[in-house]
């Protein structure tokens, strides 16, 4: 298992940004799945995107096309660029990693999580 510490979060507008930050206590780019999850209060935990150990990432219908998934520098840290915002992604965004080279969707059984960060759209 790795360590993971997101930041980020924050309070926005609607139609505004934010960039999520995920930093691992390792080197993540090679032989991981990552992902990014949130969970709003009563409401189930939601895979929102995941990247694949080959670059390849996979996003919810929800989120498609607004939030985008990268590995970046330093080579340990995994991000979540978050536009156009709505009041409804409101929630705890969590980032997760496994260590799994195949097909990386969000639903994948992620072994490490985050502590999570707090992210609040207002309407």
């Known amino acids: 298992q790795v360590h993971l510490v997101e930041s980020g979060g924050g309070s926005v507008q609607a139609g505004g940004s934010l960039r999520l930050s995920c930093a691992a206590s390792?080197?993540?780019?090679?032989?991981?799945?990552l992902g990014w999850f949130r969970q709003a209060p009563g409401k189930e935990r939601e895979g929102v995107a995941s990247i694949a150990s080959y670059g390849t990432a996979t996003y919810a219908d929800s989120v498609k096309g607004r939030f985008t998934i990268s590995k970046g520098n330093p080579e340990n840290t995994l991000y979540l660029q978050m536009n156009s915002l709505k009041a409804e992604d409101t929630a705890m965004y969590y980032c997760?990693?496994?260590?799994?080279?195949?097909?990386?969707?969000?639903?994948?059984?992620?072994?490490?999580w985050g502590q999570g960060t707090q992210v609040t759209v207002s309407s």
């Open positions: 997760a990693a496994a260590r799994w080279i195949g097909y990386c969707p969000p639903s994948h059984n992620f072994n490490s």
């Open positions: 390792g080197y993540i780019f090679s032989g991981y799945c």
